[in-house]
């Protein structure tokens, strides 16, 4: 056993009751107020950034969340953190209510809930020391390790492989990977029991980013941590994540196991967005890509029904006027939920949609 596995081992709580729901979002909706008018100013509108969001995590799962930019991904890890305020719904964390709980009634929980935020170049205080940043929440929380503050900042360094001698050093003094660890072991100072990981790969090099998602594999597995995992690499989010849920426009629009969600899509986004990803197999290297046309619509005035519909090569007239909901369909997996009235099967491929074969490299239209 290595010295940063024997660590984490020392670490390492008893293992929570299988099953048992650590986070709890329903209806969860965000809408920002768009002001104008001259000389008063009023709303006009709103951005339906989050829009009837529902979802849970159990202690010690990790949920992968995925879509296009804008789809109101990091949205959704900010309202979880309550470092945005709700605008509808409902967030509990262990059975308590939190959505508009106040500063006082959070504070008891805040050290528990913990954030790796997606840049690590803006994250991090380039006037503080890393000693003095992961040592901050500790102060905040009123913490006092044994050993010291300073003993257990060291130790978290070492924890996410960065040398203890580090500690008096600035951010400016370290690769993006290494700034990285700093925010990974900034979130584990106070030992949360959930982390909201925001893309937290997305600005480092490949293989940075294989080192910090082992790094976060190894710290799920030994201290029992679950993470929303938020990402637009589809190979990370299955390499990370138990469970994926797909979101597009502000609303979940599949939600399922990994092996389910990966090998059997059912809706027509989630069918479009893994047609896109690399595949490194060269037996699929002739594939057929899902190619989508026209923009994502404004989240200003989303459209009627279905907000897929637009860009969709199954769209009919029921899906114009009649939302889809979330369910379970017919032939699917248990937990596997798709908002779709004319799902894929999964397995064969679109018969009407627009597609290219990958002969040769091509730029992607959609984002994955």
């Known amino acids: 056993m290595s010295a940063e596995q024997t660590s984490l081992a020392k670490k390492k709580e008893p293992a929570a009751a299988p099953g048992r729901p650590l986070l709890e979002v329903e209806g969860l909706t965000k ?81 528990e809930i913990q954030m790796i935020f997606q840049d690590p170049y803006s994250s991090l205080n380039p006037r503080h020391t890393v000693g003095t940043i992961i040592t901050n929440p500790m102060e905040i929380n009123g913490i006092n390790p044994p050993g010291g503050r300073e003993a257990r900042v060291k130790e978290l360094l070492e924890i ?17 990977g290494q700034r990285q660890r700093i925010g990974v072991a900034r979130a584990l100072a106070l030992n949360p029991k959930l982390i909201i990981a925001d893309e937290p790969v997305s600005a480092l090099d490949v293989s940075i980013q294989a080192q910090v998602v082992n790094l976060l594999q190894n710290l799920q597995r030994e201290l029992g941590i679950a993470f929303v995992f938020i990402a637009h690499d589809l190979s990370i989010v299955r390499h990370f994540s138990q469970r994926v849920a797909v979101m597009y426009l502000g609303k979940v629009v599949e939600i399922a196991d990994r092996d389910s969600l990966y090998e059997r899509p059912r809706h027509p986004y989630t069918h479009a967005l893994l047609s896109a990803a690399p595949d490194a197999d060269p037996d699929n290297a002739a594939a057929e890509r899902i190619r989508l046309t026209g923009d994502v619509p404004s989240p200003l005035n989303p459209p009627s029904g279905c907000r897929f519909r637009t860009r969709c090569w199954k769209a009919q007239e029921k899906c114009a006027t009649e939302e889809p909901v979330l369910l379970q369909l017919s032939g699917s997996a248990d937990g596997h939920l798709t908002a779709c009235h004319f799902p894929e099967d999964g397995d064969a491929k679109p018969a009407t949609a627009a597609k290219v074969t990958d002969t040769v490299p091509e730029p992607r239209e959609t984002e994955d």
């Open 160 to 176: 996410v492989g960065l040398n203890p001698e580090h500690y008096n050093r600035f951010p400016h003094e370290f690769s993006g």
């Open 31 to 111: 809408h920002f107020p768009v002001m104008g008018g001259f000389p008063f100013k009023r709303q006009v509108g709103a951005v339906q950034a989050v829009d009837d969001v529902s979802f849970t995590v159990a202690e010690g799962e990790s949920l992968g969340l995925v879509g296009e930019s804008g789809c109101g991904k990091s949205t959704t890890g900010r309202l979880v953190t309550r470092l945005y305020e709700p605008t509808a719904g409902s967030i509990k964390y262990l059975g308590q209510d939190i959505t508009h709980a106040s500063r006082k009634e959070l504070a008891p929980i805040r050290s």
